[in-house]
């Protein structure tokens, strides 16, 4: 069903849009690296979006209150009643799609959707609430976590390049002191950003990879993405990629 209820829309937020941009997302490291998801680019971006709404005294999930005024602005979208619409349907979506989420602990799969209500206003203020089945990997967070700007995510087109961000970034465990690596097989690759199944590694490198260190390379100010490849006989038997910025 499309949604195109908005008689009016107004700016309801204080805050300047740029600073909402210098929020932090922070999610456990599970999230990202352990996850297994469907998401588009726009979606992963409403997530970090709302994430970044989360306190850090936070102990459940409360509803996020915004606008489309204010998802247009701090996701750099264009203010029109076919965005309105997108952002709705891209909502329901993230209502409707799944995520496994694997705990190598307890060596169990938690499958739930990301968003669990959404209500909509006709002067464009929205209320999102979070699964709760998230809660853990969101909340409360003490180690095994990653956090990173809204603003870094907001800027890239792909999801590919999205999804290897994050990864780099959960990989950085010196916080850029030394040459970060991400290093894999190339099924783990595979797995890690969503790979069509019909990949083989020579279309993940040229058509993922390549293309998604590009994108960070030219949007990112702190990451100076390379890869690397190790073969045994013929085949490509690991992957590395290479941060080689290092904070001075």
Same mark, same amino acid.
């Given at each position: 069903m499309t949604l195109n209820i908005w008689k009016n829309d107004r700016n309801f937020e204080i805050e300047e849009h740029e600073e909402q941009r210098r929020y932090y997302v922070v999610e456990h490291n599970d999230l990202i690296s352990k996850a297994r998801q469907d998401l588009t680019a726009r979606e992963l971006k409403l997530m970090d979006f709302v994430i970044s709404k989360i306190k850090p005294s936070n102990t459940n999930f409360t509803k996020v209150n915004t606008s489309m005024y204010e998802l247009t602005k701090v996701l750099d979208l264009k203010r029109n009643g076919k965005t309105y619409s997108d952002l709705a349907r891209n909502i329901g979506d993230l209502r409707k799609k799944e995520v496994l989420i694997y705990n190598k602990e307890k060596k169990s799969v938690t499958q739930t959707g990301w968003v669990?209500? +959404?209500?909509?206003?006709?002067?464009?203020?929205?209320?999102?609430?979070?699964?709760? &089945?998230? @809660?853990?990997?969101?909340?409360? $967070?003490?180690?095994?976590?990653?956090?990173?700007?809204?603003?870094?995510?907001?800027?890239?087109?792909?999801?590919?390049a999205i999804l290897l961000y994050k990864l780099m970034r959960e990989a950085d465990k010196?916080?850029?002191?030394?040459?970060?690596?991400?290093?894999?097989?190339?099924?783990?690759?595979?797995?890690?950003?969503? +790979?069509?199944k019909t990949y083989d590694y020579g279309k993940?490198?040229?058509?993922?990879? &390549?293309? @998604?260190?590009?994108?960070?390379? $030219?949007?990112?100010?702190?990451?100076?993405?390379e890869l690397f490849q190790a073969r045994r006989g013929r085949q490509v038997v690991l992957v590395e990629i290479h941060n080689n910025f290092i904070q001075q």
């Open positions: 669990s209500e +959404a209500t909509y206003e006709e002067n464009g203020q929205i209320e999102i609430l979070l699964s709760s &089945k998230l @809660a853990p990997y969101l909340l409360g $967070l003490k180690d095994n976590y990653t956090q990173y700007l809204l603003h870094d995510t907001v800027q890239l087109n792909s999801k590919y010196d916080r850029g002191k030394k040459i970060t690596i991400l290093q894999g097989s190339p099924n783990d690759f595979m797995e890690w950003l969503g +790979a069509p993940l490198k040229d058509k993922i990879l &390549k293309k @998604a260190i590009e994108e960070i390379n $030219l949007k990112i100010d702190d990451m100076d993405l």
